[in-house]
């Protein structure tokens, strides 16, 4: 049997997917089913000093509404901080308490007030309308960078402050300074961004009082993570009478990591008053309530010497976190963005300070990428800058920083396993033909187009990740993951993750190294997830983890059943174990003929006798049965990277800059399926330059969100870009057997800095993303004015 | 979303009939069902004129093309008639939002509810459109009252748009990334004896630029535009762009256009 890793199969998924016959939570319906719609609050901050339900109750078709007072009366506990950053002065970080229904005060707009449930969607509405709610407005904390000197939200926390974190150390970096020759300083903003998942959030949870069991459907890319939650934190019911399923997951893209408040009101709900409660967030509640992405305000410094050698970094970044602490909304501005903060580069000494400020805007927690796009596009645009004013190429300057010995120790934390740098960028140049550029920007200016080129070259740390080390630096959970390999007695299998697809494709790129490690053909192999009745526990799917873990875990269980299968092959054949080999599905005595099948194996296995006699296939000892659970904690975090090279063409007379050329060059380890790895790298490439050109979550000065709808909210779209150009580089991964890196977010991580280089190497002006037409119009307006000023 | 009564119409007379202060007509949807599902709009009665016939289709004359009110913006986009006589009537229909809008808006329902930022309204200003409604015919210049708001009266339905065929004549948009919509669209048309310059997006409501109109008519040429100021003040100013953009806009697309013409 040809080996499927490493070919295009195609999507084993798609054929639902695309037909419309996924089964999504908004698609479970239960017999008696009732309606929750929240009353979320429209104040950016404000007391709330009564709500008044009377009117509502009598609403038709209402059947119970539920406040903050009956949380607190029930004893059902907050929402968590799942990630504990110490201080650089080594006090611990401060966090606000987050009830899941607000009891006395509102923090956001959309924050959750109170739930009407009713038999229908219609009369739950129009019942929360009648929900009096009176309200004690309060100044309101939007801005990032000001939030510090701001009125205080909560009596606990001065300055807002959540924690100031330091990574590095800053005396040596002071000493490397002394020594630059020159100092390239950039302030950045790195926009917020919504998430806007395809699929709204949304929960259906129905309990049976016989059992006293809650069945939680829900929009999750972890569901044995939101059982332990809702279990362990928020004490709706113990672990072994909450059943979390995430059928199909309209993407995530991290805001579906973790439970949110509407899943414990829902499954708290559901047990109040023994009926289910359904509740799907239509596009506004998404817009106002999922946790956003990125919003960072940074200063940083590179210290350099004339010949573009690196010798010092500083990053002192502001990241708003929003009205609470989510679940990972603590570790994305530290150590996932930290350590991560000197990109590619030998940097002898660095330091990375980070401020984390609470404001009246929507939580903010992981967001494809989560915190490496934001280290990444700082220490890129500042590489970039260097190279502009030591008159070098922006190329030369990488290449001379680059490391070229692996196993590289990185500044910050980092051991990075293997990678070749220097391979991927040279690659990149010549796929972007970088030599004709200016042949290219010739014929733009003809046109009376300003065409511009921008280089990253990024590496990332992703294949979350060694519990020990991340339990030591504060993380609440474990973050191995499981596989169960399941025989059936006719010899097909299925496979049980606790990883989760939500459009990754799991269910092809899995069985595929399932069908290689057992020689069974891949249309009889299923992959299970989602289901936390069905497969071990697991750690879900985020980070770029589900493969280099998850799919490592599979190897692992595989492995297992190889071992019994030859024990039990040695005993059917009449061998010593030592001289059973296994390949293409098959047991096989050493220089001799004799073999079974692995289908012929398990079947012996379930069924282990013989007509006639009394005689077992199994050796003494043997538990019938064949299928195996493994349990896979890396030994390190995999290290994609590579080198993406944008051009753009602006217009200057309007500003609209157009994406006209993208090289993308990456190093992911093995490749199992270039054609799901592609897809990965395009729908991240797209999601950055959403990020870079259209993008961005704009609050009012009152706490308003006025990009609460896509007339507002500009997503990218499908003719917004050209043909991407993509080309990988291979150094296998050291600390997973399949040698793989993890594909998820690399291009959301390296297109940002990219376009954004593009686009200041075209108009010669520094600006922020989002690149919008008017912005670019302006920089070019100024830079008209400068000439001809100068002139 | 609130209940409401629903009706289909057989014909004018009937719809209008059934109208009052509390409905709506049924076109294409597109504006309507979106604001009754954002809350933001309630009717006792919605009434569907899709079904009446006399109210769709393209008709061409030597001087004129008259459309059907609900004439969906994809007929309008694909129309050999309209691509042969006024092209950029044709365009214009292309770049309205997305797909799935032009499958189902209409040239009338785009009109009556008049968005500062729809694209249709240049078209009428610069093309010396007449409004066709079931009790009067309408100049375009007096159609367009201001934001959101026509000299239609109630139950008065527009049944087709006429518009003049010009020498030569050209739009520009600069669409709103997020909705598509008209951040600025200018509607450039040449006829015999004047110059219209529609500007759409800029303002509360689509006007006829008469600085450009005059300079383009004397001189119809890209540098005849450099030399008319284009104020700032009066224009819309929003997340997506500020009146001193949407002035420059103005200017920058009235070149393009003519230009292009
Ligand atoms: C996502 C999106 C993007 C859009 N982008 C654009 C864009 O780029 N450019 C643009 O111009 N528009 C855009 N639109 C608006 C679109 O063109 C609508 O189709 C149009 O505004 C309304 O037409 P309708 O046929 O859908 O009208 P309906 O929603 O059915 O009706 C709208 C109003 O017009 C009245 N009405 C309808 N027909 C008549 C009639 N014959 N006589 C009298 N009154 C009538 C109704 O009573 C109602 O008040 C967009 C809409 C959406 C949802």
Request: aromatic share 8%.
């Amino acid at each position: 049997m040809a080996s499927l890793v490493g070919s295009r199969v195609e999507r084993k998924e798609d054929k639902k997917l695309l037909t419309g016959r996924g089964k999504y939570t908004a698609d479970v319906n239960f017999v008696n089913q009732t309606f929750a719609y929240f009353v979320r609050s429209p104040h950016a901050r404000a007391q709330i000093k009564k709500v008044d339900t009377t009117k509502a109750m009598k609403a038709p078709g209402v059947v119970s509404i539920l406040t903050g007072a009956d949380i607190a009366n029930d004893k059902i506990g907050g929402l968590i901080a799942g990630w504990r950053i110490k201080s650089e002065d080594g006090s611990d970080m401060k966090v606000p308490a987050h009830p899941p229904l607000a009891n006395d005060i509102v923090n956001y707009v959309g924050d959750h007030v109170a739930v009407v449930i009713a038999d229908s969607l219609d009369e739950a509405r129009n019942a929360a309308e009648l929900v009096k709610v009176d309200y004690k407005i309060l100044k309101a904390v939007v801005d990032t960078k000001s939030a510090m000197g701001s009125d205080q939200i909560y009596k606990d926390i001065p300055k807002n402050l959540c924690f100031d974190w330091l990574l590095g150390d800053r005396a040596k970096v002071k000493e490397a300074f002394e020594k630059a020759d020159k100092i390239i300083k950039i302030d950045l903003i790195n926009n917020r961004v919504i998430p806007n998942a395809m699929e709204p959030r949304a929960a259906n949870a129905d309990y049976n009082p016989s059992t006293e069991e809650i069945t939680l459907y829900t929009t999750s890319q972890n569901p044995h993570l939101a059982r332990i939650i809702i279990s362990a934190f928020n004490g709706v019911a113990p672990e072994n009478k909450l059943r979390v399923i995430a059928p199909d997951v309209g993407g995530g893209f991290g805001s579906k990591i973790y439970p949110y408040a509407e899943e414990v009101v829902c499954s708290w709900a559901a047990k109040k008053i023994e009926r289910p409660v359904k509740w799907v967030a239509d596009r506004t509640e998404s817009f106002l309530s999922d946790c956003h992405g990125r919003d960072h305000v940074t200063h940083a410094e590179l210290a350099v010497k004339n010949d573009g050698t690196f010798l010092g970094f500083k990053n002192e970044t502001i990241a708003n976190i929003g009205a609470y602490a989510s679940v990972f909304g603590t570790v994305t501005p530290t150590y996932l963005f930290g350590p991560c903060a000197t990109g590619v580069y030998k940097m002898p000494a660095a330091y990375t300070n980070v401020k984390a400020v609470f404001t009246n805007t929507a939580p903010v927690d992981a967001y494809r990428g989560a915190g490496r796009p934001e280290a990444t596009y700082t220490i890129e645009t500042l590489v970039e800058k260097a190279a502009r004013e030591l008159g070098m190429d922006p190329a030369e300057i990488r290449m001379k920083n680059f490391p070229t010995q692996f196993p590289f120790q990185q500044t910050l934390v980092h051991s990075v396993d293997s990678g070749d740098y220097v391979a991927s960028l040279n690659k990149a140049m010549e796929v972007a033909d970088y030599k004709g550029f200016e042949k290219r920007k010739r014929e733009s200016a003809n046109k009376g187009k300003l065409r511009g080129i921008g280089l990253c070259s990024y590496f990332e740390a992703c294949g979350i990740a060694p519990s020990p080390v991340v339990m030591m630096l504060g993380c609440g959970i474990g973050l191995w993951e499981s596989a169960e390999v399941r025989f059936n007695p006719t010899g097909n299998v299925t496979v049980f993750t606790g990883s989760h697809s939500h459009g990754q494709g799991h269910d092809t790129t899995f069985a595929q190294i399932a069908a290689d490690q057992l020689g069974v053909p891949i249309e009889n192999i299923e992959i299970s997830h989602g289901d936390t009745d069905k497969g071990p526990f697991g750690y879900g799917t985020y980070g770029s983890r589900s493969l280099t873990v998850g799919g490592t875990a599979i190897v692992k269980a595989c492995d297992k059943i190889i071992a019994k299968g030859k024990r039990v092959a040695a005993k059917m054949l009449e061998a010593s174990v030592d001289d059973v080999e296994f390949s293409n599905g098959e047991f096989v005595v050493a220089k001799s003929n004799k073999k079974k099948t692995i289908g012929e194996i398990a079947f012996a296995c379930y069924l282990p006798g013989t007509y006639g006699e009394v005689k077992s296939p199994l050796p003494e000892g043997e538990e019938p049965g064949l299928k195996e659970t493994s349990f896979f904690d890396p030994a390190n975090f995999s290290f994609p990277a590579g080198s993406h090279i944008c051009e753009v063409e602006v217009d200057p007379d309007t500003g609209e800059t157009k994406v006209v050329k993208y090289t993308a060059i990456d190093d992911f380890g093995t490749i199992i399926n270039p054609l799901v790895v592609e897809g990965q790298v395009h729908g991240g490439i797209v999601q950055g330059i959403g990020q870079a050109l259209y993008e961005n979550c704009h609050y009012d000065e009152t706490g308003q969100l006025v990009t609460a709808s896509y007339m507002d909210y500009t997503m990218p779209r499908a003719d917004n870009f050209p043909e991407f150009e993509l080309g990988f580089t291979c150094t296998p991964a050291t600390s997973n057997p399949l040698g793989t890196k993890g594909c998820g977010e690399a291009g959301a991580i390296a297109s940002p800095p990219a376009v954004m280089n593009a686009v200041m190497n075209a108009i010669g002006t520094e600006i922020s993303m989002p690149a919008t037409a008017e912005k670019v119009w302006k920089a070019c307006n100024q830079n008209k004015k400068k000439n001809s000023e100068a002139a | 979303m609130k209940t409401f009564n629903y009706h289909s119409a057989k014909d004018v007379k009937e719809a209008s009939k059934l109208s009052s202060s509390s409905s709506a007509f049924l076109a294409g949807g597109m504006t309507t069902i979106p604001s009754i599902k954002l809350g933001l709009a309630s009717y006792r009665d919605i009434i569907d004129i899709k079904g009446i016939k006399s109210l769709s289709g393209i008709k061409v004359s030597g001087k004129s093309i008259k459309i059907g009110a609900t004439t969906k913006h994809v007929e309008v986009a694909n129309s050999k008639d309209v691509k042969k006589a006024i092209p950029s009537l044709a365009v214009l229909a292309e770049g309205i939002g997305d797909p799935q809008v032009r499958n189902r808006g209409t040239i009338g329902g785009s009109i009556a509810n008049n968005d500062p930022s729809a694209d249709y309204p240049s078209a009428c200003i610069a093309l010396n459109a007449v409004i066709h409604t079931n009790s009067r015919k309408i100049e375009a210049e007096k159609f367009f009252k201001g934001m959101f708001e026509t000299s239609l009266k109630s139950g008065e339905i527009i049944e087709a748009i006429e518009f003049s065929i010009p020498e030569k004549s050209n739009y520009q948009k600069y669409p709103n990334p997020a909705s598509r919509y008209a951040v600025v669209g200018v509607y450039v048309a040449k006829h015999k004896s004047e110059v219209n310059v529609a500007v759409t997006g800029a303002k509360s409501c689509v006007y006829n630029d008469k600085d450009l109109a005059k300079a383009l008519s004397s001189n119809f040429s890209s540098s005849a535009v450099d030399a008319v100021r284009i104020s700032s003040s009066g224009m819309n100013s929003d997340i997506h762009a500020s009146g001193e953009y949407r002035a420059n806009m103005v200017k920058v697309f009235a070149k393009k256009a003519v230009e292009a013409c």
